[in-house]
């Protein structure tokens, strides 16, 4: 089991280093370019110089250029209120231009609000509200000067996910940490099933001795008092042990792609009269193991 999840583990991490991590990588880089294009074209358009040397950023609605805030909120709000039955039905309304972006209205039916939708090489967004006219132009820079900040996340996420990709190559070169451990207790296991092959040749003094250290340790089991029990193994996997009929089960069990894994699982004939067990089945799906035994002439 420890190994299999050691796998899993590489797989993933691999999986990661390849291909998942590369392709976000990508991904993001792509979205920086056509945000940092944005933000330059937001950055870089013209701005109207009235008498007073006050800078303003022309708005063109419907064809007609604003180089009045107060007016341009005005004309913005208008358009909103009289096109709102259009805008309820969910169309993108097309009203103009704003720093370079095409500008244009709709009615968000999940949020219920009216929003903008700046368009450059990418969609941005913002909430308007019908009721007002220059707040709304200070939505629409507030939703402009946010794309630096996304372009700011979106290169923290790939330094991030750099420094990760070095970590999980590292990682995925580490020997399995309990390799000593695992040949000793496939040995083991090995060795189990070696036995249990005697077990069912021989005659039945094993299979006395091994009832009556069953009896010892799974006595409410034994005796008919419980059905099944569970038992803590040095804080692992749970063992279990049931008694289904005359046939009683003893097993680890653990979850592996969605699969129910046996690590192991051994079936015994409990013959009450004669006080012995017979095998039935040995089970470790870990390693691929399965045979059954015939007791049916001992």
């Keep these: 089991m420890e190994k299999s999840r050691y796998a899993e583990h590489i797989y993933e991490l691999q999986d990661n ?10 991904t993001n880089e792509l979205v920086i370019q056509h945000l940092q294009k944005d933000f330059d074209t937001a950055s870089n358009t013209p701005k109207f110089v009235d008498v007073d040397g006050k800078e303003t950023y022309p708005v063109t609605l419907m064809c007609d250029v604003y180089n009045d805030r107060k007016e341009a909120g005005t004309r913005l709000k208008s358009l909103i209120s009289a096109n709102a039955a259009r805008i309820a039905e969910g169309k993108m309304f097309d009203v103009g231009e704003y ?24 969609h941005h967004y913002c909430d308007l509200n019908p009721e007002t006219d220059t707040g709304n132009l200070i939505r629409l820079d507030n939703c402009i000067n946010n794309i630096q900040k996304s372009i700011e996340d979106l290169k923290s996420s790939n330094e991030t996910m750099r420094s990760e990709l070095k970590q999980m190559a590292a990682d995925v070169d580490k020997p399995f940490s309990k390799a000593e451990e695992l040949l000793k207790a496939e040995t083991e296991i090995e060795e189990v ?25 799974f006595p409410q089991v034994l005796e008919g008092d419980s059905e099944y029990m569970k038992f803590s193994v040095n804080g692992g996997e749970y063992l279990h042990v049931e008694m289904n009929g005359d046939v009683l089960t003893i097993c680890q069990t653990y979850e592996q792609n969605g699969d129910l894994m046996y690590d192991p699982r051994i079936d015994l004939k409990v013959d009450y009269d004669n006080q012995k067990v017979i095998p039935l089945s040995y089970e470790n799906s870990g390693m691929g193991v399965y045979q059954e035994f015939d007791g049916s002439e001992l």
């Design 99 to 122: 720093r370079g972006f095409k500008l244009s209205v709709f009615f968000d039916v999940l949020s219920k609000h009216v929003k903008a939708c700046l368009d450059g090489e990418k």
């Design 17 to 26: 280093i390849r291909v998942k991590i590369p392709e976000k990588l990508r």
């Design 193 to 217: 099933h070696l036995q249990l092959t005697k077990f069912e040749m021989t005659d039945d003094t094993l299979q006395k001795e091994v009832f009556e250290h069953l009896a010892d340790m």
